[in-house]
């Protein structure tokens, strides 16, 4: 049976909702702005106490509505009324942590900035130096501040498998002192893991605009350093083949991933990014790069740590 203080609530959000199969509702998706209604909410508690919603045009989706009002940046207000109407299961870690993490208070989504909005230009210049284009943002729901902490900085959003936000970074579009800021947390998580498709191929890079020039089943790991939780992902999972693009003065980290990949079982491929970052190079460049790169045997692995030495 359909939550009726669920639906008037989620209504006031999203807009009016038209009902389809098994209680679902349809709505225009807040993430994709597809000109049809998308985006179907489950309004009927499941058997596990949650209300999934998935958007079938751009595969965003979560299992609550809470995740769901989060990403769609509603005012705190909604947000604690949703919680008088349902109590999800404390401890579910994702439901937790995106109660703990949110996005900066004046976080403004790119997807449509008008000719009057001078900051919001600059960084949409900004992200049109690093290659970012507008399917780019609505697929990672890309944003700016104004003012605060993030302020004068394009800010770019994780989500976990879920679609709950699990990170983000804030990047500098006027060159300030700080280029970068994030929030204070572990990253012990797995970034842009809502993206990722654990049956194919997947590729392993730094940074999050490494990633988005990637386009295709990537992860970024903000850094040189494999999280524990992505580690066990890809030795858990189905994907058989995996591919390294990390800097060359990551060297040694990458190989310690390999050895740690091959001793899974798993296929790897250590690509040479020849002192470029995906980013510099474009899409088109890094996959000729992908499809030229051949896979790692333990005689390469072996010769490669020697030569470390």
Same mark, same amino acid.
């Given at each position: 049976?359909?939550?009726?203080?669920?639906?008037?609530?989620? $209504?006031?959000?999203?807009?009016?909702?038209? @009902?389809?199969?098994?209680?679902?509702? *349809?709505?225009?998706? @807040?993430?994709?702005?597809?000109?049809?209604?998308?985006?179907?909410?489950?309004?009927?508690?499941?058997?596990?106490?949650?209300?999934?919603?998935?958007?079938?045009?751009?595969?965003?989706?979560?299992?609550?509505?809470?995740?769901? /009002?989060?990403?769609?940046?509603?005012?705190?207000?909604?947000?604690?009324?949703?919680?008088?109407?349902?109590?999800?299961?404390?401890?579910? &870690?994702?439901?937790?942590?995106?109660?703990?993490?949110?996005?900066?208070?004046?976080?403004?989504?790119?997807?449509?900035?008008?000719?009057?909005?001078?900051?919001?230009?600059?960084?949409? *210049?900004?992200?049109?130096?690093?290659?970012?284009?507008?399917?780019?943002?609505?697929?990672?729901? !890309?944003?700016?501040?104004?003012?605060?902490?993030?302020?004068?900085?394009?800010?770019?959003?994780?989500? $976990?498998?879920?679609?709950?936000?699990?990170?983000?970074?804030?990047?500098?579009?006027?060159?300030?002192?700080?280029?970068?800021?994030?929030?204070? !947390?572990?990253?012990?998580?797995?970034?842009?893991?809502?993206?990722?498709?654990?049956?194919?191929?997947?590729?392993?890079?730094?940074?999050?605009?490494?990633?988005? *020039?990637?386009?295709? $089943?990537?992860? @970024?790991?903000?850094?040189?350093?494999? @999280?524990?939780?992505?580690?066990?992902?890809?030795?858990?999972?189905?994907?058989?083949?995996?591919?390294? *693009?990390?800097?060359?003065?990551?060297?040694?980290?990458?190989?310690?991933?390999?050895?740690?990949?091959? $001793?899974?079982?798993?296929?790897?491929?250590?690509?040479?990014?020849?002192?470029?970052?995906?980013?510099?190079?474009?899409?088109?460049?890094?996959?000729?790069?992908?499809?030229?790169? &051949?896979?790692?045997? /333990?005689?390469?692995?072996?010769?490669?740590?020697?030569?470390?030495?």
């Amino acid at each position: 049976m359909t939550n009726q203080l669920l639906l008037s609530l989620t $209504n006031k959000v999203l807009g009016e909702g038209k @009902p389809t199969a098994r209680n679902n509702y *349809a709505y225009s998706c @807040p993430f994709c702005n597809h000109h049809k209604p998308k985006l179907e909410v489950n309004l009927t508690e499941n058997k596990q106490g949650y209300h999934p919603w998935h958007c079938w045009a751009c595969d965003k989706k979560g299992k609550t509505v809470l995740s769901l /009002f989060n990403q769609s940046n509603t005012h705190p207000d909604l947000i604690s009324e949703l919680k008088t109407i349902v109590k999800y299961d404390s401890g579910n &870690t994702n439901e937790k942590s995106a109660e703990k993490l949110k996005l900066p208070e004046d976080f403004v989504s790119l997807k449509s900035v008008s000719k009057s909005d001078i900051i919001g230009r600059h960084a949409l *210049a900004y992200l049109k130096k690093r290659n970012v284009n507008i399917d780019d943002i609505l697929r990672y729901n !890309i944003g700016y501040c104004t003012k605060g902490r993030y302020k004068d900085m394009v800010v770019i959003p994780s989500y $976990n498998e879920d679609s709950s936000l699990n990170f983000f970074v804030g990047r500098s579009f006027n060159e300030s002192k700080i280029k970068y800021l994030n929030p204070s !947390i572990t990253k012990d998580f797995i970034p842009f893991e809502n993206t990722i498709n654990w049956n194919l191929p997947i590729i392993i890079c730094e940074g999050m605009f490494d990633a988005i *020039a990637i386009k295709r $089943n990537v992860i @970024p790991l903000l850094g040189k350093t494999f @999280p524990k939780p992505l580690l066990k992902k890809l030795a858990s999972s189905q994907v058989q083949k995996i591919y390294i *693009a990390l800097d060359k003065d990551a060297l040694k980290q990458s190989l310690k991933f390999c050895e740690y990949l091959l $001793n899974e079982g798993k296929k790897v491929y250590l690509v040479d990014l020849d002192q470029k970052d995906p980013s510099e190079m474009g899409f088109e460049a890094f996959t000729n790069l992908v499809q030229q790169t &051949t896979s790692l045997t /333990f005689y390469d692995l072996m010769e490669k740590k020697i030569s470390l030495l």
